[in-house]
């Protein structure tokens, strides 16, 4: 057992004897939770082999997914790379500080707890003072995935890192409610054309106004769980984002998934489960359920991603047992939304029109 230190830091003006103090423990090789304009990540220094390899075992991580590596400057990818692609500076200058992680061929420097031992290094700057003062203040890059344990909703508060993690950290850097809710886009630029291993916080047409083209791995719309050899992304083929619940995506039209979504709870209720809906602003009033949650309105996805992560682990909260969620549009966030849906409801999903 860890002794956690639990800190609320004002994220539009960090305490800098707070930051000191987390700085500290990074120094240290300990870890450190905080907020990013994502999700809370689990920090530790990047270079320091001992202290990545201690991420894994706090988050019961499988020590094959490799880490992202958080920068406050462009400069510190330097030593962190072998060279870096003109598009790659093209994409830094549009997109950083941001959501959009980089991979990179990475230089012999970066621990193989790292990189996994894949030869590659992702990469990215966060845009959110708490992330990026702690980075500065250590002077070492952090290596920190989403701070959940394994297969869990990322957090998007520092409650969701306390649940996951009390105990078994050192440090967790409270900086209020994320802003995005969802993880940054992964980006493979060492292949040719660009591929998209993850979905997220910067959308496919967004990296399309700064790319000739890009691709995206078949993968990440994958209705089935993808063959476990042969994913460029360790991190696809883990079981993720998933509630306790079951869950049952319906994707269609809005008024056949309305339909449908009621049908599949009406069977459910009359087996004696407790029923949960993932609805919409403006489908929410139809339905019949235990319990109905909107995870915002259509007309504004950003919402629907801020919430979704937060609403899943309500409903294990509630001991929901089955959640039946709407599919939603794939345009903009919608494909990081539906990405993340997909896997928690382990691709059990129903297809209406
Ligand atoms: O928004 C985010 O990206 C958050 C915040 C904390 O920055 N971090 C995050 O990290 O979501 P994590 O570890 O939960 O997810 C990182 C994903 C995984 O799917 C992993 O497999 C992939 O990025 N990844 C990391 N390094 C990679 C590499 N060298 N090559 C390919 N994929 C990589
Ligand atoms: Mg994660």
Same mark, same amino acid.
């Given at each position: 057992m860890t002794y956690t230190i639990i800190l609320k830091v004002d994220w539009k003006k960090p305490e800098s004897s707070k930051i000191k103090a987390a700085a500290e423990v990074i120094l240290r090789g300990g870890l450190v939770a905080f907020p990013t304009e994502t999700v809370y990540g689990l920090g +530790?220094? +990047?270079? &320091?082999e001992n202290a990545v390899k201690r991420i894994y075992e706090a988050k019961k991580r499988p020590l094959d997914n490799p880490i992202i590596v958080h920068v406050a400057s462009k400069r510190e990818i330097i030593q962190l790379t072998k060279e870096i692609p003109l598009k790659a500076e093209k994409l830094m200058k549009t997109f950083?500080? @941001?959501p959009l992680t980089l991979v990179l061929n990475a230089s012999n420097k970066v621990p193989k707890a790292t990189t996994g031992g894949l030869g590659t290094v992702a990469v990215r700057m966060p845009n959110h003072k708490v992330a990026l003062s702690l980075i500065k203040k250590s002077r070492v890059p952090i290596a920190a995935p989403s +701070? &959940?344990? !394994?297969?869990?909703p990322s957090p998007t508060i520092a409650e969701h890192v306390k649940k996951d993690l009390y105990g078994r950290i050192e440090m967790i850097l409270d900086g @209020? !409610?994320?802003?995005? @809710?969802l993880e940054s886009t992964v980006l493979d630029l060492t292949v040719d054309p660009p591929q998209i291993l993850r979905p997220g916080g910067v959308s496919y047409e967004e990296l399309l106004k700064v790319l000739e083209k890009v691709e995206v791995h078949p993968d990440v719309l994958a209705e089935k769980r993808v063959s476990l050899d042969k994913v460029p992304s360790p991190g696809m083929k883990h079981r993720h984002y998933a509630p306790k619940a079951e869950m049952i995506l319906v994707e269609g039209t809005v008024e056949a998934t309305v339909k449908k979504v009621q049908q599949i709870v009406n069977f459910h209720m009359r087996n004696g489960k407790k029923v949960g809906i993932l609805a919409t602003d403006e489908t929410e009033s139809l339905y019949n359920a235990d319990v109905v949650k909107s995870m915002g309105t259509r007309a504004d996805i950003s919402m629907v991603a801020r919430n979704l992560f937060r609403l899943l682990r309500e409903f294990d909260e509630e001991e929901v047992e089955i959640i039946v969620a709407e599919g939603l549009p794939f345009e903009g966030l919608g494909l990081a939304v539906m990405n993340r849906l997909r896997k928690a409801s382990g691709y059990k999903i129903m297809k209406v029109s």
């Open positions: +530790a220094n +990047a270079m &320091n950083w500080p @941001g +701070a &959940n344990l !394994s297969g869990n @209020g !409610s994320t802003n995005i @809710g």
